[in-house]
């Protein structure tokens, strides 16, 4: 079995910055895409950054310009850069791998934006 284990979480003001990381039990090179969902209380969860195993990346609307998804295969790790934080990117931040059309998810962590 797949494990994930999300890292770097915490409170920051708005306009501050946050670095999340995503240990994976299995070479990342190893999937389709790595990716960072999120889920704030009473909302759907949300796909903000992906990337794909040929570099390609996407991401949220709201998010393009100060999030940079990136990872490093040796160390089997997934990063989330988050910068210029908003009181609305507020959630639970879960680490996703795909391969093989399943789907393996960390238990995330939270991130708080608040003055």
């Known amino acids: 079995q797949v494990q994930l284990v999300e890292s770097g979480g915490g409170l920051v003001q708005p306009g501050g910055s946050l670095k999340l990381s995503c240990v994976v039990s299995?070479?990342?090179?190893?999937?389709?895409?790595v990716a960072w969902y999120r889920q704030a209380p009473g909302n759907q969860r949300e796909s903000v950054a992906t990337?794909?195993?040929?570099?390609?990346?996407r991401y949220l609307d709201p998010v393009k310009g100060r999030f940079r998804i990136s990872r490093d295969n040796a160390r089997n790790t997934v990063f989330l850069e988050m910068t210029n934080l908003k009181p609305e990117d507020t959630a639970v931040y879960l680490c996703?791998?795909?391969?093989?059309?399943?789907?393996?998810w960390g238990q995330g962590t939270q991130v708080t934006v608040s003055s």
């Open positions: 299995e070479s990342i090179s190893s999937f389709f895409s």
């Open positions: 996703n791998v795909h391969r093989d059309w399943r789907d393996y």
């Open positions: 990337l794909l195993v040929d570099g390609r990346t």
